[in-house]
């Protein structure tokens, strides 16, 4: 089992930055891949970005050029910038470690809150 910790939620106004961080930990060896989701009322879940083992990396093209994704395997972290914040990015931020098996684990969800 993995665990995961999110931290780095929070109110910011648009323009503004936030860096969210998750920490897995119990059994990671097995993570390939590491990332962060992001769920609004009433619509679907959407990929923001996720980042391999290796480094490869992957992003929504709503966030492209704004956002980075960067990864501590040896920490089990990942971190993920927010720049230039818009309303539209308003929304609970999911963790998401998936092992090579592809069974998935979430982490509880931060919330971030983009004022116009």
């Known amino acids: 089992q993995v665990h995961l910790v999110e931290s780095g939620g929070g109110l910011v106004q648009a323009g503004g930055s936030l860096r969210l961080s998750c920490a897995a930990s119990g059994s990671t060896f097995s993570i390939n891949t590491m990332g962060w989701y992001r769920q609004t009322p009433g619509k679907q879940g959407e990929l923001v970005a996720r980042?391999?083992?290796?480094?490869?990396?992957n992003y929504a093209d709503s966030v492209k050029g704004r956002f980075t994704l960067s990864r501590d395997n040896a920490k089990n972290t990942v971190y993920l910038q927010m720049n230039s914040l818009k309303p539209e990015d308003t929304a609970v931020y999911y963790c998401?470690?998936?092992?090579?098996?592809?069974?998935?684990?979430w982490g509880q969800g931060t919330q971030v809150t983009v004022s116009s």
């Open positions: 998401n470690a998936q092992y090579y098996t592809n069974y998935e684990f």
């Open positions: 980042i391999s083992r290796g480094g490869s990396t």
